[in-house]
């Protein structure tokens, strides 16, 4: 057999499909329509959904924004749309489990719902999915990390890697890193669909273990469409190795 015919024959990964059954729950996704800037109807959402099943997921924790400036969701709009999608989801027979939690913006209106012990939407038991703006750090960062702790909850600081503000703050990552924040990726991260920077900075989270979640972050189609070439990235192979929580979840 000739050199030719060796690399022929050997697989490609240009040809690999994503398969996400070795993840089994996507932690992060807008499907419950209306309500942010994700999905905008249930027939969206349920496209996305059958999509995300035929790729191997088991289950899906939707986490529509809170964001007091735009999308003033409360824990009862959330669960009222959770109800809506699983009777969507059971009419059309797609065998998925749907969860919902919520991604809540850092300003001073979500401090003010952990200092009043308002109620928040968790995964997971106790994990809370926190994220920032992408420029500026938030000057009550850690003091919001350790107020939600001290409130019992385990903070999952959304997508680190596409807040440019830690890409240069190496002090600011380990101090992170030290207090066991969870950092939870984008699966889009890996394949430079919000940038190279970004890409080379969640491969580089990867590189010291420190991611312990990752979602799809999925709003419409074009992230699904996108996600198909993660197979391609050889970070996304190093990522399968991780012990990530998702299954648990």
Known sequence: MSLFDLIRKSPSKKNEPLNLEWLQ????????????????????????????????????????????????????????????????VAKEGIAIELEAAAEYYMDEIF?????????LLTFGGNKVLVETGFLSKPQILIETFFRLEMAGYQPVFAH??????????????????????????????LTGYYSKPIKKFAEKLIDRGLIKVVGTDCHNIRYLEALERLPQEKYYHKLMNLTLLNPDL
Do not use: C, W
């Open 25 to 88: 729950v996507d932690m992060h996704s807008h499907l419950i329509p209306g309500i942010d800037d994700g999905s905008k109807t249930v027939e969206e959402s349920l496209e996305l959904i059958r999509i995300l099943q035929g790729l191997g997921l088991k289950k899906l924790i939707m986490t529509p924004h809170v964001m007091s400036e735009f999308y003033r969701n409360t824990p009862e709009i959330i669960q009222e749309g959770l109800k809506q999608m699983r009777k969507a």
């Open 111 to 119: 401090f003010e719902k952990i200092e009043k012990k308002q109620k």
């Open 160 to 189: 680190p890697e596409r807040y440019l503000y830690l890409h240069h703050d190496a002090e600011l990552l380990d101090s992170l890193a030290d207090r066991n924040i969870f950092f939870q990726m984008n699966l889009l991260s």
